[in-house]
Structure formats: structure tokens, C-alpha cells
């Protein structure tokens, strides 16, 4: 035999594969593959992310009492909650700058629980995974939210 690789059937001589499309292939799938895992991370982190600024209503029929803490608090956490929830939405619309600069505002809130710290850090992780894996893909948007993501760490 000369060196050549024969085809399956024994006939006919199979083309060199070409080693830098074989690569390409191998890293696209790479990071599709990372995509999706990145996907399903940043929708666990939103779920956390819900779950540890749930806001639980007073049973019915039942009045809370009334605080003697000043209204500044509450509008704090009012703010706060929205933000969240601004987040929240911007993750499930894939606006991936506007959730982290959200939840970077968010962070820096002071009156924040160790759970909602942690919540909060994970979910920007998250985005920030999902971003990369998309912008090594080569998803335009992504590329622009990586961007967005840089000037806003800047600030």
C-alpha cells in the first residue's frame, strides 16, 4: 500500500483531512456546547436571584405593624426589589449589559442578606460566562455587550 487512506468500501482513496477545518469544528462545538451550559447557569442564577429578594405579602386579613425605622429604608429596598426585577427581565431578554450593570448597582446596596450578596454574584457570573462563551462564538450582540460590560467595570 502506498500511504494513501482508503475509503471504508476499499475502492477509492479518502481526501487528507484538512487539520485547521477539523480544528474549527472542534472549537465551534466547544463553545456551543459552552453556550448552552451558560445558558442553563444564567437561568439557575435567575431562579437564586428570585428567590433571594422574594418579597413574602402579609397573610389576608392581616395588617403589619407599624415601623417606627424612617421611610428611607423602605424606599431603599423598594428600589432595590425594582432594580432586581429590572435584572431579572433584562437576563430573560438577553440584554446582558443592562442586567450587569443593574446587578452591579445592586451589589453595591448596603442593607443587602449574605444570601442575596451571593445571589446577586452569582447571577453576574452567569452573564458574564453566557457573554463570553456568545462572544467567542461570534455573536455580534454579545460582542457589543462585552464592550458595554468593559466601559461600565470602568466607571
Known amino acids: 500500500m502506498t500511504g494513501e487512506s482508503v475509503s471504508p468500501a476499499g475502492n477509492s482513496p479518502l481526501p487528507p483531512m484538512k487539520p485547521n477545518l477539523t480544528r474549527l469544528a472542534l472549537v465551534a462545538l466547544v463553545a456551543l456546547l459552552w453556550a448552552a451550559c451558560s445558558g442553563n447557569e444564567q437561568a439557575s442564577s435567575a431562579s437564586e436571584l428570585e428567590k433571594a429578594f422574594l418579597v413574602k405579602a402579609p397573610a389576608a386579613g392581616v395588617t403589619p405593624p407599624e415601623s417606627a425605622t424612617p421611610a428611607a429604608p423602605q424606599d431603599s429596598s423598594a428600589q432595590v426589589q425594582q432594580a432586581v426585577n429590572n435584572a431579572l427581565s433584562a437576563m430573560r431578554t438577553n440584554a446582558y449589559a443592562e442586567a450587569y450593570v443593574t446587578l452591579r448597582m445592586v451589589q453595591a446596596s448596603p442593607n443587602l ?43
Do not use: F, H, T, Y
Request: a positive charge.
Open 113 to 155: 442578606s449574605a444570601e442575596q450578596v451571593i445571589a446577586v454574584q452569582n447571577a453576574r457570573q452567569a452573564i458574564e460566562k453566557n457573554v463570553a462563551a456568545k462572544a467567542a462564538a461570534g455573536d455580534p450582540a454579545a460582542l457589543r455587550a462585552v464592550e458595554a460590560m468593559k466601559a461600565a467595570s470602568r466607571r
